[in-house]
């Protein structure tokens, strides 16, 4: 499902004008290094798992929900990476206007779960593993960006001085 239901329902209240939603955004890896990314739709462009936060949903809850949603892949979210603003205003093709405060998870396959990618509905037209040094194009600016928040999270875990990064004045930081 493109747009939530709920969102469609504010829609009808307010328009286009500009909504602040809550969004998640999966960094789901294999043991094997290997990331998984979905090509949009919509632009083409390949990501992470993404989606939008629904009333009452926890954030790790929605991300694990969208991973099997789009790509029929089980996951566990083990660690918080980052939650950041995106100061962008996004205005969609039908003129909707929207900004976002995303969270980053890292994610596994959850055990005994489904690891074999399919595409699960409309958003993407492809689905697969990725290594880091071979990843699709176009990627989205935004997936290149996470995916080095999720690489210095990853340094300062293996380090044992892992924390989530927030972003002060749009600088991320590693508290």
């Given at each position: 499902m493109p747009t939530p239901d709920f969102i469609l329902e504010l829609r009808e209240r307010i328009g286009h004008m500009p909504l602040w939603l809550i969004g998640v955004t999966g960094y789901v890896r294999?043991?094997?290094?290997?990331?998984?990314l979905e090509q949009r739709t919509d632009n083409g462009k390949w990501t992470l798992v993404t989606g939008i936060n629904e009333p009452g949903e926890e954030p790790a809850d929605t991300v694990?929900?969208?991973?099997?949603?789009?790509?029929?892949?089980?996951?566990?979210?083990?660690?918080?990476?980052?939650?950041?603003?995106?100061?962008?205003?996004?205005?969609?093709?039908?003129?909707?206007?929207?900004q976002y405060m995303d969270h980053?998870?890292?994610?596994?396959?959850?055990?005994?779960?489904?690891?074999?990618?399919?595409?699960?509905?409309?958003?993407s037209m492809r689905v697969?593993?990725?290594?880091?040094?071979?990843?699709?194009?176009?990627?989205?600016?935004?997936?290149?960006?996470?995916?080095?928040?999720?690489?210095?999270?990853?340094?300062?875990r293996a380090e044992g001085s892992a924390r989530a990064q927030f972003a002060f004045d749009g600088v991320i930081e590693h508290l």
């Open positions: 294999r043991d094997d290094g290997l990331v998984l694990a929900r969208e991973a099997k949603e789009e790509t029929g892949v089980d996951v566990i979210v083990t660690d918080l990476v980052s939650v950041k603003s995106d100061r962008r205003m996004i205005t969609y093709a039908n003129g909707d206007q929207a980053l998870f890292l994610c596994e396959v959850a055990p005994g779960g489904n690891g074999e990618p399919v595409v699960g509905d409309d958003e697969g593993w990725f290594a880091l040094d071979d990843l699709p194009e176009p990627l989205s600016d935004s997936t290149r960006e996470r995916i080095a928040y999720v690489q210095r999270y990853l340094r300062h």
